[in-house]
């Protein structure tokens, strides 16, 4: 694997089933992308976190088994990287074309696109660079029995198949494309907690309960430039699902810092 920049990719809630029958309203799939000379750095972080709590070098954690406590201090050392990340929310209820609500796959690659698309942004606006090899190394928390060999295909014929991005597609090679578990890369477990922080802010609990503590530690490590966060920090699917911001009591926090 080469390139300059790497994005850890992890997804939070889960794609399928119907919401109200044990599945989540919502779906979330986030980059924490940064460049390859800053990877021993989210290393050391790891490491330093795992101290704090007098845990063994080789602790494996997912966000979901902290303690709210431990939840907002490893969402804080996230936000202390030199990283940036960005996220596609997908609100299930609101999907009206059937098949992106039958075939998971087909959700999962559609709005999959969108996500390497604001990578490639990322990478195209950094000043940090320095190697003239601009691709970006896309590493996937892995899932058990997912087809990434198919996600990079969809991927390979984007430029082609889909003159409507805006993608930097200088940035994206497909080849660069692998998955990883969760345990052997400190890269994914920061993106699991950037993934997981997102859909705790927004899927409530069965008491109606949201917190959106970890995810306003992250705010300041969201793209966005001019400021501008509402599509780049995070983009809402499908189109329906942009006025939820404004009449869910949950989503006040999105309203307030984001700009929908």
């Known amino acids: 694997m080469t390139g300059t920049f790497v994005a850890y990719i992890d997804e939070s809630g889960c794609e399928g089933g119907d919401h109200g029958k044990g599945a989540s309203e919502w779906f979330g799939l986030t980059a924490v992308v940064t460049t390859q000379a800053h ?56 999907l009206t074309n059937e098949k992106l609500r039958t075939d998971h796959k087909r959700l999962y690659f559609y709005y999959g696109k969108f996500l390497v698309e604001r990578i490639s942004w990322i990478c195209r606006d950094s000043k940090s660079a320095t190697s003239e090899d601009k691709r970006c190394q896309l590493v996937f928390s892995k899932r058990s029995k997912f087809p990434y060999e198919e996600l990079a295909k969809y991927i390979e014929r984007l430029p082609e198949a889909d003159r409507s991005s805006r993608a930097a597609w200088e940035h994206i090679d497909p080849a660069l494309l692998s998955a990883v578990p969760h345990h052997e890369s400190d890269g994914c477990l920061f993106a699991d907690a950037a993934a997981s922080a997102l859909t705790l802010a927004v899927e409530s609990t069965e008491f109606g309960i949201t917190d959106n503590r970890p995810q306003i530690e992250l705010l300041s ?19 329906e699902a942009d006025s939820f911001p404004m009449t869910d009591p949950r989503l006040a926090w999105m309203r307030f810092y984001f700009g929908f």
């Not at 201090?73 to 929310?89: D, F, K």
């Not at 490590?221 to 189109?239: I, T």
């Open 39 to 94: 990877v021993p750095t989210l290393s050391e972080r790891i490491t330093a976190f795992r101290a704090e709590y007098r845990r063994s070098p080789d602790w494996s954690f997912k966000f979901t088994s902290l303690d709210p406590k431990r939840k907002i201090r490893i969402c804080q050392a996230l936000a202390e990287m030199p990283v940036l990340i960005t996220s596609i929310l997908v609100h299930k209820p609101s």
């Open 221 to 239: 490590r969201y793209y966005a430039p001019a400021k501008v966060y509402r599509g780049n920090s995070l983009k809402l699917f499908p189109s």
